[in-house]
């Protein structure tokens, strides 16, 4: 693609930044623990190996000169400097980039900010984040009612606010930040993004140590705090914070299914913010919090709601690319319950397209696959193999590769007793009702392999090879099949059986030309939004003026010149004749 | 007060026989709405008692069941979407008053307007949330789900069976029949004449299940099939419809060429 708009690039840059590196590790793992066992394990396991191979191989020098990365370094080089200090460093390095984000007014440093919390949640207790935050809030500022708020949350109430002349280690720490940072010193009262922020790292303690119930109540109040606050520059730390507390909700008892999980009690909270975000054209949070609702309706099901919510919003066209696919995962898993699987398949395989390639985000993939591939069974088609074949997909996917195999024969006797087998990992997987509405695909596959490879056989004979109950259901079914066009046969009811017609040459009818159509609309389409994705170059259509008017210019000299010639022949010819 | 004379009467609906008119139960159950409005719960509310809510979902419940009785579906539909709100109030595990019946009459409703997006919606919603409930296990709710299943798979001989006295789950379930047996008929009619060259007359009978060989001659009328020397004849839709199918191909095919035309013009 020709050059970006040279000052629209590093924005576009930083937006899918903290998008694909930061959320996926700490949302994702998140976001799937709670639904599905298997593959959480293999998602929660990948974040500290990812880690371990950043501090290991130097990291290459990145134009965003990563603190987080230069911190794991650090921590990995030994104790020398003391962990402690260090993490409290780290956390209020994150200040300074708060403070330009509030001063420059730019999303890109909150962004930043926020995905410094990966690096730093593997090494914060509460006794750390204690120590940090009494640091930063005086007694007397007017946000310490903040701050005690917070330090309840993580039982660390008897710490006293504004200790900075304490134990030596903290002079230490405190000289340090001021002599990396000396913008800090001087802002004497906490901006409310650091409020948040620590809020933040709060929710974060208290959801790594499972303190559910506590960090529901905590989330609940730092909402209200958010809803209080109308900075544009919270937008994107509000998201964040909506998200926790969401998170919170669904893990506390009683958990999501039953109707009176904490998460109906939140949904008009989530509304109510979501109605806030679209008024103050809050990217960030709309997103996560349409995400957040049509998720909370489908844990419990609600899938007219979900479906009603889809159609009176819209989605932000420029939200963050994983927000666009977990939005884009919930909706086609809607469609799919709703039987609209041409949208669904749609949907989803845009949403395991966009679904980050990394590792750390593997669960998604895998969840919208397997959705995915149901989804393309029910719509009568055979997946692919080779999705079969992905090395991070493998395990996952077995289940799907023994159904899918049972689809494509027509055994409906395997189709059952597999999913007799796998029931427990269909139902966890959120499938099973939909694969139980597979069977009639079933049969018609089966139905379709007898008539392809007997001219003539009788209904006793499918209905003993197809495992069907009767004689008469397997003639219903038979004639059902020929009329929606799966096989071309004729039943003779007199003598009981069905008589394949010739195969007649696929050249004469339209298949070819649909087939033809299709992949010449596909490759228009391809053209179209490649030119729509093309970005010129600021003013060089100036440039590019200039030249066609040079060019033109010369045209018509050159016309002229020609036309001169013309008449030179003219009269050349005219001498000609005339002699 | 109040609350005694809602149950008293609560206790006079139930008692009455199915076949009581709807004007008087229709009477009765005005009358336990007003009183539920002077209680206030009329829509519940999360304070709202569990022992008056109880009452209220009972109240519709016998709303519920005395409209599909009286084979009125928008009062029904009316009287569903009253009561979903109570359920998900009630605690799952403590008395489950008439939901699974209710429930199931309502997919059953679903299944006969052919709605089977809001069907499956139903279904996925039963089988995840609700706290466990076997689905097809359940005498009420299996009905349904297994209809929907003999349905959409074509074995209609199934679900002629089913209908049948005996396998129905209660007399409301019977309700559907008619509906369904003409929805299977045609279902079956569309599917033999695409399938069959011929059909003698007496056998349509039982494909059809119809009752007699009058009225297959009747049926076979009324779909416009030719009846002759006791064979029916379906006349060849087919042809009519290759014409028409030629027709709409070269249009498509026309239709295609300019879009592309269309498209290069842009693109050149």
New interface residues.
């Given amino acids: 693609m020709p050059g970006k708009t040279p000052d629209k690039e590093p924005v576009e840059n930083g937006g899918y930044r903290g998008g694909k590196d930061l959320k996926p590790k700490g949302k994702k793992e998140g976001k799937k623990a709670s639904k599905k066992e298997g593959d959480d394990e293999m998602t929660v396991v990948v974040p500290p190996s990812k880690a371990s191979k950043q501090s290991s191989v130097p990291p290459p020098n990145d134009a965003e000169g990563d603190v987080a990365m230069d911190d794991a370094d650090k921590a990995a080089e030994g104790e020398k400097v003391d962990p402690v200090a260090q993490t409290i460093n780290d956390i209020k390095s994150n200040f300074a980039l708060l403070d330009r984000a509030v001063a420059l007014f730019d999303a890109r440093f909150s962004l930043r900010a926020l995905r410094s919390i990966s690096s730093i949640r593997k090494r914060l207790t509460p006794d750390i984040l204690a120590q940090a935050i009494s640091e930063t809030y005086l007694s007397s500022s007017a946000s310490a009612n903040v701050a005690r708020q917070m330090l309840e949350a993580i039982g660390q109430s008897d710490v006293s606010l504004g200790r900075q002349p304490g134990p030596e280690m903290e002079i230490d720490s405190e000289s340090k930040a001021a002599g990396k940072n000396g913008v800090k010193k001087e802002v004497k009262d906490v901006i409310p993004e650091v409020d948040v922020f620590f809020g933040i790292l709060t929710q974060v303690v208290l959801h790594d140590s499972k303190q559910l119930q506590k960090g529901f109540e905590f989330s609940q109040y730092l909402v209200e705090r958010i809803r209080s606050v109308n900075r544009r520059t919270l937008d994107s730390l509000s998201a964040k914070v909506y998200f926790y507390y969401s998170l919170f909700a669904e893990q506390t008892a009683p958990l999501p299914?039953?109707?009176?999980s904490p998460i109906?009690g939140i949904r008009p909270t989530l509304l109510a913010a979501l109605r806030t975000a679209v008024l103050r054209k809050d990217v960030d949070t709309q997103a996560t919090v349409i995400v957040l609702l049509l998720r909370n309706y489908l844990l419990?099901?609600?899938?007219?709601q979900a479906?009603l919510l889809v159609s009176h919003t819209q989605f932000p066209e420029n939200a963050a690319n994983n927000q666009v696919a977990r939005f884009l995962y919930y909706l086609g898993r809607t469609r799919a319950?709703?039987?609209?699987y041409t949208e669904a398949h749609e949907h989803l395989t845009a949403a395991t397209r966009k679904a980050p390639s990394s590792a750390c985000a593997l669960g998604f993939s895998q969840t919208a696959t397997k959705l995915l591939l149901v989804v393309e069974l029910l719509m009568g088609d055979i997946p692919d193999r080779a999705t079969f074949r992905q090395p991070s997909m493998e395990t996952a996917l077995h289940p799907y590769f023994l159904l899918v195999q049972a689809v494509r024969v027509g055994n409906l006797g395997d189709f059952e007793t597999i999913i007799a087998e796998h029931a427990d990992t269909f139902r966890r997987d959120?499938t099973?009702?939909l694969i139980?509405?597979l069977?009639?695909n079933v049969?018609k596959t089966g139905i379709r392999m007898m008539s392809l490879s007997y001219s003539r056989i009788s209904l006793r004979d499918i209905c003993i090879r197809l495992h069907?109950?009767?004689e008469?259901?397997a003639e219903?079914?038979?004639?059902?099949?020929?009329?929606d066009g799966v096989i071309e046969?004729?039943?003779?009811?007199?003598r009981g059986f069905m008589k394949s017609k010739e195969v007649g040459d696929v050249y004469a009818t339209?298949e070819p030309?649909e087939a033809f159509?299709d992949r010449?609309r596909a490759c228009?389409a391809l053209?179209d939004e490649s030119v729509k994705a093309m970005r010129f170059p600021m003013n060089q259509h100036r440039l590019e003026l200039k030249n066609a008017q040079e060019a033109r210019e010369r045209e018509r000299e050159m016309a002229k010149e020609i036309q001169e010639g013309d008449l030179d022949e003219d009269d050349l010819g005219g001498e000609f004749e005339g002699m | 007060m109040a609350d005694r004379e809602l149950t008293q009467l609560l206790a006079r609906l139930k008692a009455a026989p199915p076949s009581a008119p709807y004007a008087e139960t229709a009477a009765l159950l005005s009358r336990a709405k007003l009183l539920l409005l002077q209680l206030g719960a009329l829509t519940p509310t999360a304070t709202s008692s569990p022992a008056l809510l109880a009452l209220a979902r009972d109240t519709y419940e016998q709303g519920a069941l005395a409209s599909i009785r009286a084979k009125d579906p928008d009062a029904f539909t009316r009287y569903v979407a009253q009561l979903r709100p109570f359920y998900e109030l009630l605690p799952v595990g403590g008395e489950e008053g008439e939901r699974n019946k209710v429930t199931g009459l309502y997919l059953l409703l679903l299944l006969t307007q052919g709605l089977y997006g809001e069907f499956h919606s139903e279904l996925e919603a039963l089988s995840a949330g609700g706290g466990g409930v076997d689905v097809e296990g359940d005498r009420y709710l299996g009905y349904p789900v297994r209809l929907e299943r003999w349905l959409m798979e074509g074995s209609y001989d199934r679900v002629w069976k089913a209908m049948k006295k005996g396998e129905v789950p209660c007399e409301e379930f019977g309700v559907f029949s008619e509906i369904l047996t003409s929805q299977i008929r045609s279902e079956i009619a569309s599917s033999s004449e695409r399938a069959y060259p011929s059909l003698p007359l007496s056998s349509t009978k039982s494909l059809l299940f119809l009752e007699s060989e009058g009225a297959v001659v009747e049926f076979a009328r009324s779909r416009g099939w030719i009846v002759k020397d006791g064979q029916i004849f379906f006349p060849s839709a087919q042809e009519t419809g290759e014409e028409e199918q030629e027709k709409e191909m070269s249009q498509m095919v026309i239709e295609n060429t300019l879009g592309y035309a269309r498209q290069l013009e842009t693109i050149v």
């Fill in positions: 299914p039953s109707p009176q109906v419990t099901s609600h899938i007219s479906d319950i709703q039987l609209r959120g099973y009702t139980l509405r069977r009639q049969i069907l109950g009767s008469e259901s219903y079914i038979v004639a059902k099949a020929i009329r046969a004729a039943l003779d009811r007199e339209r030309g159509h010449i228009l053209h």
